[in-house]
Nanobody, 124 residues
Framework: QVRSVESGGGLVQAGDSLRLSCAAS????????MGWFRQSPGQEREFVAA????????RYGDSVKGRFTSTRDIGRNTIYLQMNSLKPEDTAVYYC?????????????????WGQGTQVTVSS
């Protein structure tokens, strides 16, 4: 079983950068892809990024392409989300989760072992 814990959120200004971390526990972590999602109040959870088990294949949501980068440190059982050029519309709770399937899924239904989330607030 994989458990995920996100960290690194905070309050920043538009144009700033933040790096989120997702520490995953469980012996099978390295066997699965992982994903990042975000959710704003009153909105559905939105796909941000998916990274495969080795970290060599990454897929991004349209709203973050070119600004966000996801990486994976297998030795540390951790994935990262580097967020640059942040905008007020990036304000949300950010979650990581395990990808249960063997393709780069963008729908929540293919993910489990969700973390508790970390709040990112971007002021204008």
């Amino acid at each position: 079983q994989v458990r995920s814990v996100e960290s690194g959120g905070g309050l920043v200004q538009a144009g700033d950068s933040l790096r989120l971390s997702c520490a995953a526990s469980g012996r099978t972590f390295r066997d699965y892809g992982m994903g990042w999602f975000r959710q704003s109040p009153g909105q559905e959870r939105e796909f941000v990024a998916a990274i495969n088990w080795g970290g060599g294949s990454i897929r991004y949501g349209d709203s973050v392409k070119g600004r966000f980068t996801s990486t994976r440190d297998i030795g540390r059982n951790t994935i990262y989300l580097q967020m640059n050029s942040l905008k007020p519309e990036d304000t949300a709770v950010y979650y990581c989760a395990r990808n249960r399937v063997n393709f780069m899924a963008t729908q929540m239904t293919y993910y489990d072992s969700w973390g508790q989330g970390t709040q990112v607030t971007v002021s204008s």
